[in-house]
C-alpha cells in the first residue's frame, strides 16, 4: 500500500551536515503523519521528526536546532510520490544510527504510531 525507501546516507566527520531522503509511493500519503527515526547499534528505535498533514513540525529534544523534516510537493496531487527530507547540521559521533522513515495511518494525527517503514540508510559520524 505504501512503499518507503530512503537513501542519503554515509560517512561524515563531526560539524558535517548530511540531507537524507526518503522516496515515498502509494495511497493516501498526504493524509499521513511522516516521521523519522533511528537506531543506533544495541539500542531502541528513537523517535527524531515528524511532519503532520498541516506542515507542522515537530522535533526530539536530542536534534532540536540541528535537524529540519521538510518534503517535496512539488507535484501537490493525490496520490502521486512524495519525497520526504531530513537535515542534520553539525552532526555529532552519537547521530550515528540507521534512520529510518516511517508514515503512519491513513488520517491519524501524528504521535500515534507508524504503520510503514522504510528498511534504513546508515549515516555514521567519525574523525
Known amino acids: 500500500q505504501v512503499q518507503l525507501v530512503e537513501s542519503g546516507g554515509g560517512s561524515v566527520s563531526p560539524g558535517g551536515t548530511l540531507r537524507l531522503s526518503c522516496a515515498a509511493s502509494g495511497y493516501g500519503l498526504r493524509r499521513r503523519c511522516m516521521n523519522w527515526f533511528r537506531q543506533a547499534a544495541g539500542k531502541q528505535r528513537e523517535w527524531v521528526a515528524s511532519?503532520?498533514?498541516?506542515?507542522?513540525?515537530?522535533?526530539?529534544?536530542?536534534?532540536k536546532g540541528r535537524v529540519t523534516i521538510s518534503r517535496d510537493n512539488s507535484k501537490n496531487v493525490l496520490n502521486t510520490p512524495i519525497v520526504l527530507y531530513l537535515e542534520i547540521n553539525n552532526l555529532q559521533p552519537e547521530d550515528t544510527a540507521m534512520y529510518y522513515c516511517?508514515?503512519?495511518?491513513?488520517?491519524?494525527?501524528?504521535?500515534?504510531?507508524?504503520?510503514?517503514w522504510g528498511k534504513g540508510t546508515q549515516v555514521v559520524v567519525s574523525s
Open positions: 511532519l503532520d498533514t498541516s506542515g507542522i513540525t515537530t522535533y526530539a529534544d536530542s536534534v
Open positions: 516511517g508514515l503512519g495511518a491513513l488520517d491519524n494525527r501524528c504521535g500515534m504510531g507508524v504503520d510503514f
